[in-house]
């Protein structure tokens, strides 16, 4: 991924999202870490990690939302086996990561492995092994900004407890009329079908998944980076009592998000059947890109 302009690329690694995340919120009756546990990218101002933010809120608008369904969900990039797209994926491995030479598929294997351990259904472990696949993205030359990052509704005003608020300033959606309400395009309790999240790997792989999995897993996958959500409770005006009763598994899916990752990497030829038949149990032979 050479020759990427810093506009599209601002993390020296996908990883410092996730890190930024973990500082804000540390795994629970646990102290926050200390900036030196978190990998050292030689940027000891978090200047990457805000100007990731500045891109990410100036430009997720409620048209550049709906552009990226128009364009990415035709499907039409590519289709492979399951386990091809997963070592696809791989091609974001990290060589700027300071801390680790795990690739993207070790760190899935972790998340579902300590959900598998913890006596889950084969549906969330499926779940918590495939929650990253959507970062795909990246190799189809989508800025990190429309990547990652926590997710948000676009169509109604934004929550001043999305992380740097501030600069939702520069994004027009914040002077539109028809946007810059409490319930803007949307009515109150509609229940988030009818709410367009912020573009990103979250709600790709939803739409990627969404025939096939139960409803507790697409919510898992649509919303586990809905932190202004399952964190603060910020549009609970907007749930309806169906999206309440199913952010219950949300919550149960993110501790394996966070905090599952650990440093002895797993033997991918040893749970690659495992995994294999898993998919084959829910999944098509091949998945559209």
């Known amino acids: ?34 900036k030196e546990e978190f990998r050292n990218y030689d940027d000891p101002a978090n200047n990457s990690v805000r100007e990731f933010y500045r891109l990410n809120h100036k430009y997720q608008t409620y048209d550049n939302v709906l552009a990226k369904k128009t364009n990415f969900l035709k499907f039409d990039k590519k289709e492979m086996p399951w386990w091809d797209a997963l070592d696809y994926l791989n091609q974001l491995v990290d060589d700027s990561d300071p801390d680790t030479s795990m690739d993207q598929l070790q760190h899935l294997l972790q998340t579902g492995e300590a959900i598998r351990a913890d006596g889950h259904p084969d549906w969330f472990v499926l779940t918590g092994f495939l929650h990253d696949l959507g970062k795909v993205l990246c190799l189809f030359g989508e800025p990190q900004w429309n990547v990652v990052g926590d997710t948000f509704p676009v169509g109604c005003k934004f929550s001043d407890k999305i992380v740097y608020p501030e600069y939702f300033a520069d994004n027009p959606d914040t002077y539109d009329d028809r946007f810059n309400t409490k319930y803007g395009a949307y009515s109150p309790h509609c229940g988030l079908d009818e709410v367009h999240m912020s573009w990103g790997h979250d709600e790709y792989l939803y739409h990627i998944t969404k025939n096939y999995l139960p409803q507790e897993a697409l919510y898992m996958i649509r919303y586990h980076s809905f932190y202004a959500q399952h964190r603060e409770h910020e549009y609970d005006h907007l749930l309806n009592s169906h999206d309440q009763a199913m952010f219950k598994w949300v919550d149960k899916f993110n501790p394996y998000d966070l905090y599952s990752k650990a440093a002895k990497p797993p033997v991918v030829a040893e749970l690659k059947p495992y995994y294999e038949d898993l998919i084959a149990k829910y999944l098509p032979a091949t998945v559209k890109l």
């Not at 050479?2 to 009756?29: C, K, T």
């Open 1 to 34: 991924m050479e020759n990427i302009s810093p506009e599209a690329a601002p993390l020296a690694s996908l990883y410092q999202w996730e890190d930024d995340v973990l500082q804000r919120y540390p795994e629970p009756g646990e102290p926050a870490k200390k």
